[in-house]
């Protein structure tokens, strides 16, 4: 079983900063990308960044400049540092990562259970 756990939502005044972790743990073999979504009421889950197993990088446009994601491989974990927090941040951010449980399996989508962020004006 592979488990997503994530970390360090709250609530945080509009211009504060929060910063979320989320491991990875159970049976993996190796892990490719990991990143973070979110999604706020009545809107679809949108990519927020990702990191590559190489340490390549993308942003979302709205979040350049302000978050930072960044990963620690030998404990599978995730970072994402959010600063200058603006209210429309406000959401419920998941943690994603694509790996592979063993050699012989694909490489699939595992996601944790989700964070929520919220910042207010």
């Known amino acids: 079983q592979v488990q997503l756990v994530e970390s360090g939502g709250g609530l945080v005044q509009a211009g504060g900063s929060l910063r979320l972790s989320c491991a990875a743990s159970?049976?993996?073999?190796?892990?490719?990308?990991m990143g973070w979504y979110r999604q706020a009421p009545g809107k679809q889950r949108e990519l927020v960044a990702s990191?590559?197993?190489?340490?390549?990088?993308i942003y979302a446009d709205s979040v350049k400049g302000r978050f930072t994601i960044s990963r620690d491989s030998a404990k599978s974990t995730v970072y994402l540092q959010m600063n200058s927090l603006k209210p429309e941040d406000t959401a419920v951010y998941y943690c994603?990562?694509?790996?592979?449980?063993?050699?012989?399996?694909?490489?699939?989508?595992?996601w944790g259970q989700g964070t929520q962020v919220t910042v207010s004006s």
């Open positions: 159970g049976i993996i073999f190796s892990i490719n990308a």
């Open positions: 990191i590559t197993s190489g340490g390549t990088t």
């Open positions: 994603n990562a694509d790996l592979r449980r063993d050699a012989y399996t694909p490489i699939r989508p595992y």
